[in-house]
Protein backbone atom coordinates (compact mmCIF):
# COMPACT_ATOMS: atom_id res chain seq x y z
CA UNK A 1 0.00 0.00 0.00
CA UNK A 2 2.62 2.22 0.79
CA UNK A 3 4.36 1.66 -2.42
CA UNK A 4 1.69 2.43 -4.21
CA UNK A 5 0.85 5.93 -2.84
CA UNK A 6 4.22 6.99 -3.42
CA UNK A 7 4.36 6.07 -6.91
CA UNK A 8 0.80 7.98 -7.67
CA UNK A 9 2.51 11.31 -7.06
CA UNK A 10 5.30 10.81 -9.96
CA UNK A 11 2.87 9.96 -11.97
CA UNK A 12 0.85 13.10 -11.56
CA UNK A 13 4.01 15.31 -11.38
CA UNK A 14 4.88 13.44 -14.94
CA UNK A 15 1.38 14.45 -15.98
CA UNK A 16 1.85 17.65 -15.23
CA UNK A 17 5.26 18.01 -16.97
CA UNK A 18 3.90 16.59 -20.50
CA UNK A 19 0.80 18.93 -20.13
CA UNK A 20 3.22 21.63 -19.81
CA UNK A 21 5.23 20.71 -22.36
CA UNK A 22 2.57 20.31 -24.66
CA UNK A 23 0.85 23.39 -23.64
CA UNK A 24 4.62 24.89 -24.77
CA UNK A 25 4.98 23.18 -28.35
CA UNK A 26 1.18 24.75 -28.56
CA UNK A 27 2.09 28.11 -28.41
CA UNK A 28 5.24 27.53 -30.34
CA UNK A 29 7.50 28.10 -27.71
CA UNK A 30 8.73 25.03 -26.91
CA UNK A 31 12.15 24.34 -29.20
CA UNK A 32 11.82 20.72 -29.31
CA UNK A 33 8.89 20.98 -31.78
CA UNK A 34 7.77 21.60 -34.75
CA UNK A 35 3.92 22.75 -35.94
CA UNK A 36 2.41 21.59 -39.43
CA UNK A 37 -0.56 21.76 -41.24
CA UNK A 38 -2.27 19.44 -43.24
CA UNK A 39 -2.28 20.68 -46.96
CA UNK A 40 -6.42 21.10 -47.11
CA UNK A 41 -5.98 23.42 -44.30
CA UNK A 42 -3.17 25.48 -45.87
CA UNK A 43 -5.31 24.97 -49.12
CA UNK A 44 -8.23 26.87 -46.95
CA UNK A 45 -6.42 29.22 -45.53
CA UNK A 46 -4.50 30.40 -48.54
CA UNK A 47 -7.67 31.10 -50.31
CA UNK A 48 -7.18 31.83 -54.49
CA UNK A 49 -5.35 33.97 -56.03
CA UNK A 50 -3.43 34.44 -59.09
CA UNK A 51 -0.57 36.19 -57.12
CA UNK A 52 1.96 33.32 -54.64
CA UNK A 53 2.19 36.71 -52.76
CA UNK A 54 -1.19 37.44 -51.55
CA UNK A 55 -1.28 33.70 -51.19
CA UNK A 56 1.42 33.24 -48.72
CA UNK A 57 -0.26 36.48 -46.66
CA UNK A 58 -3.01 34.99 -46.13
CA UNK A 59 -1.48 31.55 -45.60
CA UNK A 60 0.30 33.34 -42.82
CA UNK A 61 -2.55 35.73 -41.63
CA UNK A 62 -4.99 32.50 -41.24
CA UNK A 63 -1.64 30.37 -39.49
CA UNK A 64 -1.32 33.71 -36.88
CA UNK A 65 -5.02 33.73 -36.35
CA UNK A 66 -5.53 29.70 -36.08
CA UNK A 67 -2.70 29.29 -33.54
CA UNK A 68 -4.49 32.21 -31.53
CA UNK A 69 -7.37 30.39 -31.34
CA UNK A 70 -6.13 26.95 -30.83
CA UNK A 71 -4.35 28.45 -27.47
CA UNK A 72 -7.43 30.85 -26.05
CA UNK A 73 -9.74 27.53 -27.01
CA UNK A 74 -9.66 25.92 -23.27
CA UNK A 75 -9.89 21.59 -23.96
CA UNK A 76 -12.77 20.24 -23.53
CA UNK A 77 -12.53 17.51 -20.67
CA UNK A 78 -14.09 15.14 -23.14
CA UNK A 79 -10.88 15.06 -25.59
CA UNK A 80 -8.12 15.02 -22.62
CA UNK A 81 -9.04 11.65 -20.65
CA UNK A 82 -5.34 11.93 -18.99
CA UNK A 83 -5.28 15.48 -18.43
CA UNK A 84 -1.75 16.01 -21.10
CA UNK A 85 -3.66 18.29 -23.30
CA UNK A 86 -2.57 16.73 -26.59
CA UNK A 87 -5.86 17.30 -28.39
CA UNK A 88 -8.27 19.55 -29.32
CA UNK A 89 -10.95 21.12 -31.48
CA UNK A 90 -12.09 24.85 -32.90
CA UNK A 91 -14.15 26.27 -35.31
CA UNK A 92 -12.66 28.38 -37.90
CA UNK A 93 -13.84 29.85 -40.61
CA UNK A 94 -16.59 27.51 -40.54
CA UNK A 95 -14.87 24.80 -40.54
CA UNK A 96 -14.03 22.13 -37.82
CA UNK A 97 -10.36 22.41 -36.22
CA UNK A 98 -8.63 19.57 -34.96
CA UNK A 99 -4.95 19.78 -33.30
CA UNK A 100 -3.74 17.00 -31.84
CA UNK A 101 0.37 16.49 -30.72
CA UNK A 102 2.21 13.55 -31.19
CA UNK A 103 5.65 12.72 -28.97
CA UNK A 104 8.85 11.01 -30.89
CA UNK A 105 12.28 10.64 -29.28
CA UNK A 106 14.47 12.81 -29.98
CA UNK A 107 17.01 10.89 -32.12
CA UNK A 108 17.19 13.12 -34.89
CA UNK A 109 14.82 10.57 -37.05
CA UNK A 110 11.46 11.37 -34.80
CA UNK A 111 10.47 7.75 -36.31
CA UNK A 112 9.86 5.86 -32.62
CA UNK A 113 7.66 7.35 -29.72
CA UNK A 114 10.13 8.34 -26.48
CA UNK A 115 10.08 6.03 -23.31
CA UNK A 116 10.07 9.48 -21.59
CA UNK A 117 7.19 12.22 -22.95
CA UNK A 118 7.80 14.45 -20.06
CA UNK A 119 11.21 14.65 -20.40
CA UNK A 120 11.70 18.19 -22.86
CA UNK A 121 15.23 17.15 -23.66
CA UNK A 122 14.61 13.52 -24.62
CA UNK A 123 11.15 13.73 -26.67
CA UNK A 124 10.27 15.88 -29.52
CA UNK A 125 6.36 16.90 -30.35
CA UNK A 126 4.88 17.54 -33.29
CA UNK A 127 1.55 19.62 -33.57
CA UNK A 128 -0.26 18.69 -36.41
CA UNK A 129 -3.49 20.86 -37.17
CA UNK A 130 -5.97 19.58 -39.55
CA UNK A 131 -9.81 19.98 -40.91
CA UNK A 132 -11.32 17.18 -39.53
CA UNK A 133 -12.37 15.86 -42.75
CA UNK A 134 -8.11 15.09 -42.70
CA UNK A 135 -8.37 12.80 -39.90
Known sequence: MTQLALSAPAATDRTAAIAALNDAARAG??????????????DLLAGSSDDPAILQVRLFQGQCALKRLINETPI??????????????????????????????????????????WDGAESFRLVTIMLATDY
Request: no cysteine; net charge negative.
Open 76 to 117: DPGNDPHGERDFGVVEYLGHKIFWKIDVYANDGTFAWGTDKP
Open 29 to 42: TLVTSRMVLTRALA
